[in-house]
């Protein structure tokens, strides 16, 4: 079946500027993740949505960064803005949830964004 | 806080050599363990995993994993390696299903045929 689908898959702007980033879970998938993955790093943690919610959003590095998932289904990572430090590839992952032994993250594709 | 370590930041082996990267993870209670491959241009995969039961596990294209909860580490291993192994490989945990994957930084393997 389809895998996580991220779009733009690039994406660059201006230092300032406002971005919009946007994942497409897996179908029936409930657990959604955004990630950072800076160059030479491991992906790092943002947030997650079990649902519409944000079951846990203690990634964000700080009030620029946004993130909603309205139905339950696709989200959109929101920058406002945004510094050249905002620089990274922007991950997204889905995931069944709940349950031990079940939850297996798979990840999308990516949203390089370049802020200049 | 929990932390994964990679020991080896960038591995280069012959084909057919025999694979062990380290992982070493931070965290006192009860783990799920994954190591996920990222072949050039391509996205983040799952290779293997582990949860609980046997400490051994297996994975796709020949990958195998060890879990050692007395070392807090969990290997990654191959008895012999392809050119298209090639690939930068990571090791997360989470504390339990629903929660967020900590990574390591993670290892690039570069075979030369």
């Known amino acids: 079946g389809a895998g996580v689908s991220q779009t733009p898959s690039n994406k660059v702007t201006e230092k300032g500027k406002y971005v919009e980033l946007r994942c497409d879970p897996i179908?029936?998938?409930?657990?959604l993740y955004w990630y950072r993955q800076s160059l030479g790093q491991g992906p790092e943690f943002l947030i997650y949505?079990?649902?519409?919610?944000?079951?846990?959003d203690s990634g964000l590095p700080n009030d620029r960064f946004f993130a909603v998932r309205p139905e339950g289904s696709v989200s959109t990572l929101k920058i406002q803005r945004t510094e050249r430090g905002d620089s990274a590839v922007y991950l997204c992952?889905?995931?069944?949830?709940f349950g031990e032994g079940t939850d297996t993250q798979y990840f999308g594709p990516g949203t390089r964004l370049t802020v200049l | 806080a929990q932390s994964v370590s990679q020991h080896n930041h960038h591995v280069i082996l012959s084909e057919a050599a025999s694979l062990e990267l380290g992982c070493n993870y931070s965290?006192?209670?009860?783990?799920?363990l994954f190591w996920y491959v990222q072949y050039p241009g391509q996205h983040l995969q799952l290779l293997l995993k582990?949860?609980?039961?046997?400490?051994l596990v297996k994975g796709i294209k020949g990958f195998e994993a060890e879990f050692i909860k007395s070392k807090f580490s969990f290997n990654l291993r191959k008895p012999s390696v392809q050119w298209s192994d090639t690939a930068e490989y990571f090791c997360a945990v989470n504390a339990k299903a629903g929660t967020a994957l900590i990574f390591g930084k993670g290892t690039t393997l570069s075979v030369s045929s």
């Open positions: 179908s029936g998938h409930t657990a």
């Open positions: 582990y949860f609980s039961g046997d400490p």
């Open positions: 992952a889905s995931s069944t949830s």
């Open positions: 965290y006192g209670g009860t783990v799920n």
């Open positions: 949505f079990q649902g519409t919610g944000a079951a846990d």
